[in-house]
Structure formats: structure tokens, C-alpha cells
């Protein structure tokens, strides 16, 4: 049942569309029974890896072991362990809860064919020589700060996808103290071991359900975006993907001490020791108690403790392994939205309380030049300093790493598209801030989720113009406008979508 606008935490896995027939397909594991709607063949809560649980809680993600006879997929698999959103947040973002073992599943959504034989789709629209039609396919790795969210949200159904030629894939992965904890004798990051298993999962069992081995584009927003960002600088991420869509993600890791600071303070608050044994002795809900405890006031634009990728075990950092070339090879689309931090300001009533004291502090943290403060001032005329603070730390965290991965790459002849989300909801004082652009990608600004965020006042040709744009890029690996040159061209999507070259140039200029 999807979320409503005032409650956008009530969302269930229970009720799904009465399919209009099963349908089958083959793969490693055995025989999946899904799902046709409308059109569209949908297998839900596919297991890509075993369940991290029991022996292999904290472990490296292993392969599943399989099934015998035909395997439910008609309905979302198991969620990872977490807990909804709250301090105002829940009124926008949804959560969903569906309970499990297998965490460690996708969802799949196809275009429906004549008939599925070996793990091969055969399809009506062959080509002259009688060869099966093969799909590009899009993976999305959700969001929620490594320590919520889920494939099963409504907001990531991916039906439009399927509607318009591409096989779209949705994972799950560990988040929070299962997927991110820093224990001295566990791997490290492993929600990112996880997604890219998914990947590798997906590359080898895609055409069973018509998608092409050789056209996969890996997508994701906010901490999604950030585990593709780690992925492709991972020495073992070659060969993951062929294009990759980063939405709104930090392309930072911390050094392991900084980013083993939460796992050191839930170790405290349990009085259980910081390594396998110790986590591994409690259960997974009370770690998710925990977790809430030892972060309560957190937000990723004013700081405290928080759940982070951290360098090490062969992780570089991100941002500087793919300024020096990781990934050339892979045509990246990057962009954020125009006001990214008004999401953690607004719903929670923190832009009111943002004082003289917090803006002298940010400044001095991230050594904030005069010049620059003065230039944002100038271009604000009116604003208040949690509105400004909000202007400065989106820039700080998203659009500037932005600029300089594509200016670094444009350097090497690599491809890069950027865009800017600009459209300004109504609703709580959002405007364009973080998570905006999901309606507008799944084209579906009619669902009570999209609502939850946009106030339903969002035109269809943003959706139209947006959702084109990455059905494009992933079936031709171009999303229709000016790649990344000097000039500096940023598709912004707005009432009126356009190419603008340079904006706010002045403000990206001062931080330099």
C-alpha cells in the first residue's frame, strides 16, 4: 500500500496487482514463477546471494545455494534490518518493512515475451535473422544514508522502465550496523560487497528474463549513488557495468578510523566489543535500536555520527580514484538537485535554527573563504543564514565534486554528462531539494510517494523530459544533450528544461 502525503513511513508490502497470468524464468538457482501486468513481467524478491545470517552474519556475501521446483517471485523479498525515518523526515520519505532472512534479493521488471526457453527470451520483434531480441537493462541501488531503504518501495517501482524497452533491476543490500560496521575481524563495507555481487549476479543471469549482458547501466541516488561511485574504483569492479547514473551521491570514503566512529559508539552503548563476536551476539533489531540511540540529531549537512564507505581492503577513495582515471572507459551521467540540503532543513524545522554561531562554525571547518561567503550573500539577497548555510553545504557536498570529476575526466577525453534537478516543490518549504528528482526519473508523479515530496503540483513534461532522458542513456549510452566540455554545459530540469552552460559559475568559481 503506498504512503500518504502526511504519513509517507506507512507503507506496506501486502497488497500487489492481481497479475493477469504467471510467467517463468530460468536461472542459476532454478525455476522463478513471477508475474505479468499490464504487459510487463514482474519477479520480486529474487535471491542474488545467500542470506547474511547466522554463519555468515558479517561475512562476505556468498552465493545462493538454490532452490528445487518453481520459486515464488510475485511478491517483495525481505528487507534489511532498520527503522523508519523520524524528526520530521517521515512526512516525505518513505519506509517499508518486509520480514526475512533472505535480504540479499532483487526485483526485476521486463518487458513481456512470447516465451522464456533456457534462460534465453525470445521475442516477438526479432531481428532478420531470427536472433532473440535482447533489452538494455538499468540496475538501481537505493538510497537512505547506508542505513535505510529498500527495493520494494513504492517509489522505485520500476514499471515505466519496463514500459519503454528497458529491463530494470532493483537490489537490496545491507544498511546500518549489518552492512557498514567497521569490526576489527570483519570485512570492510560490506552493503558495497553486496551490490557488487548483485551486479555481478546480473550480468551473468540477465537475458533469462530479456535483458542484454552487454548494455547494463548501474543507477542509484544519495547513498546508491555513492556505492556505484566505490564500485567503479574498486579494483574488482571492472567488468561490473557498462554506464553508470550517479544521482545526488558523495563521492567521498573516510579513513577507516574516521569511519569506525559509530561502530565504536554502538559497541558502547551495547557493552559489546567492536568486532564480530560482539555485534554479532546481538540481534539485529536491538543493533537498529542502537544505531537510533547513538545518532539521534544526526543529519548529513549539519554532522554527528553516521554510517560511512571507508577506505581500506582495497577501497580508495572514490572521488580521487575516479578523478585519476578509474572508470574512463564508462560513460557516467552525474548531476544533483539545486538545493539538495533543504531536505534535512525544512521538514525538520532546523533552517530556523540555524544561527550566526553554526555559520562562523561551518566556516571554519571547511575553511570557507570571506570572498565566497560574500558571493553567495550577493546572489541571496534576503536569505536567511539556514537558508544560506543550506546553499553552501549542497555545493560543498554534491556540486562541486561533481564539477571536478567531470573536469577531471573531461581531461582524459572520458564521457560525462552532467544535470542540475531545478523544479521547486511546494510542499514543506522543499523546493528542490534531495530526493526531488525520483518522481521525475520513474515518470511516476502520480504515486502517493512521488506526492509526499512533490505536494502533486510537479508538470508531466519534467517527468516526460527527465525519465527520457535515462530510458535514453541507458538503451544508447547518450542522454540527449551536450556531453561535459569547457564550456561547461549542465542540463537543468525545470518547468522549462534546458541546456545552460556555466550556472552559477560565479559561486563554483569562489571556492576556488
Not at 58 to 67: I, T
Not at 146 to 165: H, K, Q, V
Not at 337 to 355: N, Y
Not at 406 to 429: C, K, M, N, Q
Amino acid at each position: 500500500m503506498a504512503s500518504r502525503p502526511d504519513d509517507a513511513a506507512a507503507v506496506r508490502a501486502d497488497e500487489i496487482d492481481e497479475p493477469d497470468e504467471a510467467v517463468v524464468a530460468r536461472v542459476g538457482g532454478g525455476m522463478l514463477r513471477g508475474s505479468r501486468v499490464d504487459g510487463i513481467d514482474r519477479f520480486l524478491g529474487v535471491p542474488y546471494a545467500a542470506a547474511p545470517f547466522g554463519p555468515l552474519r558479517f561475512a562476505r556475501p556468498e552465493p545462493h545455494l538454490g532452490w528445487t521446483g518453481g520459486r515464488d517471485a510475485t511478491r517483495p523479498g525481505a528487507t534489511a534490518p532498520q527503522a523508519p525515518y523520524g524528526g520530521g523526515l517521515e512526512q516525505v520519505l518513505p519506509s517499508i518493512e518486509v520480514p526475512g532472512d533472505e535480504i540479499l534479493n532483487l526485483n526485476v521488471w521486463a518487458p513481456s515475451t512470447e516465451a522464456r526457453v533456457d534462460g534465453t527470451t525470445l521475442d516477438e520483434v526479432g531481428d532478420p535473422s531470427g536472433a532473440p531480441t535482447l533489452r538494455p537493462v538499468l540496475v538501481w541501488v537505493h538510497g537512505g544514508a547506508l542505513s535505510r531503504g529498500a527495493n520494494s518501495l513504492d517509489s522505485y517501482d520500476g514499471s515505466t522502465f519496463a514500459r519503454d524497452g528497458v529491463v530494470f533491476v532493483s537490489i537490496n543490500y545491507r544498511v546500518g550496523s549489518e552492512g557498514f560496521s567497521v569490526l576489527e575481524d570483519a570485512p570492510l563495507n560490506l552493503g558495497l560487497l553486496d551490490v557488487m555481487a548483485a551486479l555481478r549476479w546480473v550480468r551473468s543471469e540477465i537475458a533469462a528474463f530479456g535483458g542484454d549482458p552487454g548494455r547494463i547501466t548501474v543507477a542509484g541516488q544519495s547513498a546508491g549513488a555513492s556505492l556505484i561511485a566505490a564500485a567503479l574504483a574498486h579494483p574488482d569492479g571492472a567488468g561490473l557495468a557498462d554506464r553508470a547514473i550517479l544521482q545526488s551521491g558523495p563521492l567521498a570514503a573516510r579513513p577507516r578510523d574516521r569511519a569506525a566512529r559509530i561502530t565504536r559508539l554502538i559497541a558502547k552503548d551495547l557493552g559489546v566489543a567492536a568486532d564480530r563476536e560482539g555485534f554479532a551476539s546481538v540481534a539485529p533489531a536491538e543493533l537498529v535500536a542502537a544505531q537510533l540511540r547513538v545518532t539521534a540529531g544526526t543529519t548529513p549537512v549539519t554532522g554527528g555520527p553516521g554510517f560511512a564507505l571507508a577506505a581500506g581492503e582495497g577501497l580508495p577513495d572514490p572521488e580521487v580514484a575516479l578523478g585519476a582515471g578509474a572508470a574512463d572507459a564508462i560513460p557516467v551521467l552525474i548531476g544533483s538537485t539545486r538545493e539538495e540540503a533543504r531536505l534535512w532543513l525544512e521538514p525538520t524545522g532546523l533552517t530556523s535554527r540555524i544561527s550566526a554561531l553554526h555559520l562562523a562554525a561551518a566556516r571554519l571547518s571547511f575553511k570557507i573563504r570571506g570572498a565566497t561567503m560574500r558571493v553567495y550573500r550577493r546572489n541571496r539577497p534576503g536569505a536567511s543564514r539556514g537558508e544560506l548555510f543550506g546553499a553552501l553545504a549542497t555545493d560543498l557536498l554534491l556540486r562541486l565534486p561533481i564539477n571536478r570529476l567531470a573536469d577531471a575526466r573531461l581531461g582524459r577525453g572520458a564521457e560525462t554528462w552532467v544535470y542540475e534537478f531545478g523544479w521547486s516543490s511546494p510542499r514543506l518549504g522543499l523546493g528542490a531539494a534531495h530526493c526531488m528528482e525520483l518522481p521525475a526519473v520513474f515518470d511516476r508523479l502520480d504515486a502517493d510517494d512521488a506526492v509526499a515530496l512533490t505536494g502533486g503540483a510537479a508538470p508531466a513534461s519534467l517527468a516526460g523530459e527527465m525519465h527520457g532522458a535515462w530510458v535514453a542513456f541507458a538503451t544508447h549510452g547518450d542522454p540527449g544533450w551536450e556531453r561535459w566540455t569547457a564550456d561547461r554545459p549542465v542540463r537543468t530540469f525545470d518547468v522549462q528544461t534546458r541546456t545552460v552552460l556555466a550556472p552559477r559559475e560565479d559561486e563554483r568559481a569562489s571556492w576556488e
